[in-house]
């Protein structure tokens, strides 16, 4: 729309929207079981937050590989294995690497109570454990991850 001097006005211009919150969801290692991981995957649309889901047997190298070609602002990991205290720290390591320190690392799944403060400790910001209400982690992701600039 133009005004009477030519110029476009204001209120023509459509705005940008704000970019979503942009989450990989990833099932590292060999693990078979992605149920879990695709109901969050799924709780989490709902809410409005963009999720790109890997699929089953990712190494930390592809899980990370892909965060980085899709920007994402954090990543959840879904984890029945036990390889958790080999797994997460591993893609902490490839994050920071890739300059990528700012992505937020979260998970769930079966993890001991005992391990989870090691795993605090390395970098991950949070985990879920089985029972968690899947509206907590949707609250927690809408509430800690903000789109990356």
Known sequence: MATAKGKSSAAATP????????ILVGKPGLDGHDRGAKIIARALRDA???????????TPEMIVSAAAQE???????SILS???????PRIIELLRERKMGDVVLFGGGIIP?????????KGVDRVFTPGTPIQEIV???????????
Do not use: C, M, S, W
Request: glycine letters at 12%; proline letters at 4%.
């Open 139 to 149: 609250d927690y992701v809408n509430g800690r991850i903000h789109p990356r600039k």
């Open 71 to 77: 920007d994402v602002d954090g990543i959840g990991l």
């Open 82 to 88: 036990g390889a958790h205290n080999y797994l997460f």
């Open 48 to 58: 409005g937050v963009e999720v790109i889901y890997t699929g089953l047997h990712q």
């Open 15 to 22: 705005k940008k929207a704000a970019r979503k919150i942009r």
């Open 113 to 121: 109570d005992e391990d989870i403060p090691k795993l605090v400790k």
